[in-house]
């Protein structure tokens, strides 16, 4: 038996999401399915991310075990014949047993992408949020500002989350702008149900002055969900990637606690 690593893109538009769920089709799903159909084993993925209905990824990990004889490296290439075209293996290869991608020490990399312009683009609508109305960046940078470093983020999550630490640190937070498209890429070590929507819906709001930045401050220290601004709508939001503290190389060091 072994265990396999696998990089993961997806166009979420048409996914209820990575985790299964009765409600619709899922990431997960589709995966488990090309999986066990490639090696004729009942496989189940375990995702590093579980990312909500309409998030995209460029780079999510997950992995699972298996006792097939594909190379691991060739198994990226044989399962994609198998998976929709929305879906994508970008990578594999072999880790140590116990390698666990949510129990790792790591890095996520997450985009929100908004579209400010008059008038809203059919080609952009599955990847951006559009906003009509002018954004001052320069305000909404100065409200960046405030959530770099190590924070308690309960005002900036979901009001549903049952996670009892919510405390995370961003290493970085960057706003830029290209023509008509506002990026905000943002790193940390991990992040809460909602949180990167939720901190692009409130920079939103200080760009277009419905807060002042130094609010931003103010809702950090209230810790209350109903201070901060809107959950922005998830097809914005990318999980660009997560890196983790020690390559996995399988039988070396895994770096995690199984």
Same mark, same amino acid.
């Given at each position: 038996m072994?265990?396999?690593?696998?990089?993961?893109?997806?166009?979420?538009?048409?996914?209820?999401?990575?985790q299964?769920?009765?409600n619709?089709v899922t990431?997960?799903e589709?995966?488990?399915?090309?999986l066990s159909?490639l090696?004729g084993?009942?496989?189940?993925v375990?995702?590093?991310?579980?990312?909500?209905a309409?998030? %995209?990824?460029?780079?999510?990990?997950?992995?699972?075990d298996?006792?097939?004889r594909?190379?691991a490296e060739?198994?990226a290439y044989a399962?994609?014949a198998?998976l929709?075209e929305?879906v994508?293996?970008?990578?594999?290869g072999?880790v140590?047993?116990g390698? %666990?991608?949510?129990k790792c020490v790591?890095?996520k990399?997450?985009e929100?992408?908004?579209?400010?312009t008059?008038?809203?683009?059919?080609v952009?609508?599955r990847?951006?949020?559009?906003?009509?109305?002018?954004?001052?960046?320069e305000?909404?940078?100065?409200a !960046?500002?405030?959530?770099k470093?190590?924070h308690?983020?309960?005002?900036?999550c979901?009001?549903?989350t049952t996670?009892?630490d919510?405390?995370?640190?961003i290493y970085?937070l960057d706003?830029?702008k290209?023509?008509?498209?506002?990026?905000?890429?943002v790193?940390g070590?991990g992040?809460?149900?909602?949180?990167?929507?939720?901190?692009?819906?409130?920079?939103a709001?200080?760009?277009?002055g419905?807060f002042?930045?130094?609010?931003?401050?103010?809702?950090?220290?209230?810790?209350?969900?109903?201070k901060?601004?809107?959950? !922005?709508p998830p097809?914005g939001l990318?999980?660009?990637?997560?890196?983790?503290?020690?390559p996995?190389?399988?039988?070396g060091?895994s770096?995690?606690?199984?």
């Open positions: 072994k265990r396999i690593k696998l990089t993961v893109a997806y166009d979420g538009t048409d996914y209820c999401g990575w299964i769920q009765k619709g990431v997960e589709v995966l488990n399915r090309a159909r090696t084993e009942r496989v189940t375990t995702g590093a991310s579980r990312t909500d309409g998030v %995209h990824a460029r780079g999510n990990v997950a992995v699972f298996t006792d097939t594909i190379p060739r198994i399962v994609n198998l929709p929305d994508v293996v970008v990578s594999s072999e140590p047993a390698w %666990h991608p949510r790591s890095v990399t997450y929100y992408q908004i579209l400010n008059e008038f809203p683009d059919p952009r609508r990847d951006t949020y559009f906003v009509s109305f002018p954004l001052d960046l305000r909404m940078r100065q !960046a500002g405030y959530l470093g190590e308690d983020f309960k005002s900036f979901s009001a549903h996670v009892q919510t405390v995370r640190t970085e706003i830029k290209e023509g008509d498209f506002i990026t905000i890429r790193r070590n992040f809460l149900y909602n949180m990167v929507r939720i901190i692009a819906g409130t920079l709001g200080v760009g277009r419905y002042e930045p130094r609010d931003v401050e103010r809702m950090l220290e209230e810790k209350d969900r109903t901060a601004g809107v959950t !922005a097809q990318t999980l660009v990637g997560i890196e983790y503290k020690k996995e190389l399988a039988g060091e770096g995690c606690s199984a």
